[in-house]
Each structure stands twice: as C-alpha cells, then as structure tokens.
C-alpha cells in the first residue's frame, strides 16, 4: 500500500447533499479526533436533516455559504488549519442542466475554481504540513459507450449534458492546478450512486416514492440506457481510501461493477415494493409509464474501476440485492424525510438549528 496522508482537519464542500452526508457520517465514525468542517449553501439538494446524529459531534463544524465566496473559503481554510478539501458541492441534476445550465457553471466550474485558488494559497502558505484537495466527480466526464467496453482513466473527456461538462470543465482545473503549480490534488470519477438520503428527483428514490405513493413512473425513451450502480457507502469509502492513499495528479474511477438497464431496475423495484407493501404480484409495475426521452441522453455507463482495486486494495462491499433492499427499508420507515423533501418542509429544521435563513 501507498504511503497514507492522515488528515487532520477537512473541509468538506455540499456535506447536506446525498453523497456529502453519508460521507461525513462514515468519515466521522472511522476518523475519530479529526475534525469535520462542512460547508454548504444548502440549495434545494441540500438538507441539514441528513447530518442528524451528527450534529452534536465536537469533531464536526457546519458553515452555511458559498463555495464561490473566495473570502469565506480563505478564511475556513486559515481559522481550522484545513489540511484537505474534499470537493462535493455541485449541481448535480441532469435534468436540470438542460433547463438551466447556467448554476451548474456558476457553481461546478466557476465555484471550483475559487475553491482551487483559495486552496493553492493556503497550501503554498505553508501552515499545515501536509495538503490535499479532493475533487469528486463523475463517470459522465466521459460521456457515452456503445454495448461494450468501459471508461477507464485514460478515457478522453467527451462530456454530453450541461452537467457533465461542467463538471469535466472542473477536472481539467482539477488537473490544470497540479500541471501548474503542482498543488497535491486528486480527481475521484465515481458511477451511479443509490442509498439513503437520495433526493427524490434520480432514478432510483424518485420511482420508489412514486410507488409508494401510487403516482405513475416515468421511463424516459425506450429504457434500455444502462447505468452501473454503486452503493453511496462504498464510494464514501473509497473516497477516504484515495484521499489517503492516493498519488497526488492521478484520477481514479470508482464503480460498482453492476449495469443494469433503467427498466430491469425499475421493475425490480416496483417487484420488491409489492412485496414489502403487501400489494399484488405485478401491480406496481402497473405505474410505469414510457415518457419522451431526455435530450442528449446517455445510452451506456461503466466503470473499469481496476486501479482503486489495484493500487489502493479499495473494492465494493454491498452487493446491489442487499443494497437495495437496504435502500427501500430505509425509504419505507424514512416517509416523514421523503415528505420534507418534497414539500420543502426541511427547511423549517434549518430555521430552528440555526435561524432564519
Ligand atoms: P446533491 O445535489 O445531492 O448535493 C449537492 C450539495 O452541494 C447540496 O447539499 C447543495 O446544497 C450543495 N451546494 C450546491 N451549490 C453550492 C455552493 N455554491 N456552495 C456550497 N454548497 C453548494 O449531489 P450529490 O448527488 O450528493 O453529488 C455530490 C457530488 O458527487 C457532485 O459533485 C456530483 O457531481 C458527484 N457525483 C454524484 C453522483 C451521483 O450518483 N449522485 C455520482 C458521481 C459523482
Ligand atoms: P438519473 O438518476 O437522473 O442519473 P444520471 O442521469 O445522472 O445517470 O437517471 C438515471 C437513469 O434513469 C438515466 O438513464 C435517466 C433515467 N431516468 C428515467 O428513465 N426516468 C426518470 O424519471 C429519471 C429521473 C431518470
């Protein structure tokens, strides 16, 4: 095993999101003593009650604000003595990207490059030892496969939706700061994520709070687009894993080694739900309902994710059958989340956490 880095102090960016929250509660439990500084503006995707449990902890910090505010950044990285950014924070919707590009530059590329500069300055300040930035990205960088093959990392960038390249516009910065100034960054490009405090805008939480509420589940194009999933706990791991372990300049692909097409999943799911709701054999798969296809749309993703197993012993844990399930007991005595969610009501915890907004 490589050399490991043990960070003291990390700034974790959109640490209210899906992956950013399980990161923290996984990071937390592993890295005791290390401190946590989560900072966050708390856009739609972001909610605080992802973080309970947490909250309490005196290792942990919440700091609401915007990663494009360079002041704000300089002053977090200065007052804890940052040693690593681990880089969440990010629009993160395809769907969205395509109604509204324009945030996900402001925020993927522009807010990734304040994030960069702050981090270049503090590092070459020379106040903490040691130093690395972690930029959390996705397979989609490398846009779309045929029925074969895999991305590896020597993949080219050919990013296709506004989302994805803006976020293959922040790895080249990513990249761009190690060429440059040789600041020690690392590039993680991770496949599909499902798990617990998923917003129910992706795939996976969206057709089973739809089910749940008997409401129709929309298919985009023909669904046979192919995804390869992984669950969010094994890429909080791995995340950890690189951060330490891995060779500053280099970018790593994480996967779960598991395609599936869009509609075997979601006739799995409707499956296991007529099971745990006590609903006849078929009837969910009643809802699905075949919609016009997202523009640009992806056909294939999948990950070689042979280096992290390689070069950091890192591989997946959960195996999709017990993640999944997994997934929708979480979903099934987690309602009252659900419903905040979708009805905006989270927002009222924020206010008695920490005020008004
Ligand atoms: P998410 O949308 O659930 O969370 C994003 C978080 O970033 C939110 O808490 C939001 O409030 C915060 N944020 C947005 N703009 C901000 C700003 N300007 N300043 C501070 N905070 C801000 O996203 P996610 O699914 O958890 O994804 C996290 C990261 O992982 C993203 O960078 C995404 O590109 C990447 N990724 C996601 C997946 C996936 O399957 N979801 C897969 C691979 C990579
Ligand atoms: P999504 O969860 O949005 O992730 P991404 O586009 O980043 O891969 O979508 C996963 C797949 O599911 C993608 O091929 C689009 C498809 N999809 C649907 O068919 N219906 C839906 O309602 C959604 C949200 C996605």
């Known amino acids: 095993m490589p050399e490991q880095f043990a960070p003291q102090s990390v700034l974790v960016t959109g640490g209210a999101g899906f992956i950013g929250s399980n990161f923290i509660h996984s990071f937390i439990s592993r890295n005791p003593g290390c401190r ?34 360079a002041g704000l950044v300089s002053r977090l990285l200065a007052e804890f003595r940052i040693d690593a950014v681990v880089h969440f924070a990010a629009e993160s919707h395809v769907d969205r990207s395509i109604t509204g590009p324009e945030i996900f530059v402001r925020t993927n590329v ?11 300055r503090h ?16 397979d989609e960088v490398y846009g779309s496969l045929g029925d074969t093959g895999f991305f590896t990392e020597e993949t080219p960038l050919a990013a296709n939706s506004p989302y994805s390249a803006s976020k293959a516009g922040a790895d080249l910065l990513v990249r761009a700061y190690y060429e440059t100034f040789g600041m020690p960054t690392l590039n993680t490009r991770c496949s599909n994520n499902y798990g ?27 669904g046979l687009n192919v995804r390869d999933w992984l669950h969010v706990k094994d890429h909080s791991i791995a995340i950890e894993t690189v951060l330490k372990g891995g060779k500053p300049g280099q970018v790593f692909n994480i996967g779960g080694n598991n395609e599936w ?34 523009p640009g749309h992806d056909r ?10 390689r070069e950091l012993g890192w591989e997946p844990s959960y195996t ?10 979480w979903y099934l005595a987690n309602q009252e989340w659900v419903e905040h969610v979708t009805s905006g009501g989270y927002r009222e915890y ?4 920490y005020g008004e907004r």
């Not at 006739?267 to 007529?274: G, Q, R």
């Not at 294939?300 to 197993?309: G, L, P, V």
């Not at 999709?320 to 007991?329: Q, R, V």
């Not at 924020?350 to 956490?353: A, L, N, S, V």
């Open 36 to 69: 946590v500084v989560n900072l966050d503006i708390l856009t739609y995707a972001g909610n605080l009650e992802n973080l309970k449990g947490v909250e309490e902890n005196p290792d942990y910090r919440f700091v609401r604000g915007d990663i494009g505010d």
């Open 110 to 120: 522009l807010g990734t490059q304040v994030l960069l500069e702050e981090s270049r």
């Open 123 to 138: 590092w070459q300040a020379g106040v903490v030892p040691a130093f690395r930035f972690l930029q959390v990205s996705t």
């Open 196 to 222: 617990p405090y998923h917003f129910p805008e992706k795939l996976i939480p969206l057709m089973i709070s739809n089910i749940i509420g008997r409401r129709p589940l929309p298919v985009y194009g023909d």
């Open 261 to 294: 097409k869009n509609i075997d999943i979601v006739n799995l799911v409707c499956d296991l739900l007529d099971g745990k709701l006590g609903r006849q054999p078929g009837e969910n798969r009643k809802l699905i309902t075949f919609v016009k296809d997202r």
């Open 300 to 309: 294939r993703y999948a990950i070689d994710a042979s280096k992290m197993r």
């Open 320 to 329: 999709f059958e017990k993640g999944i399930a997994e997934t929708i007991d």
């Open 350 to 353: 924020y206010e008695k956490q």
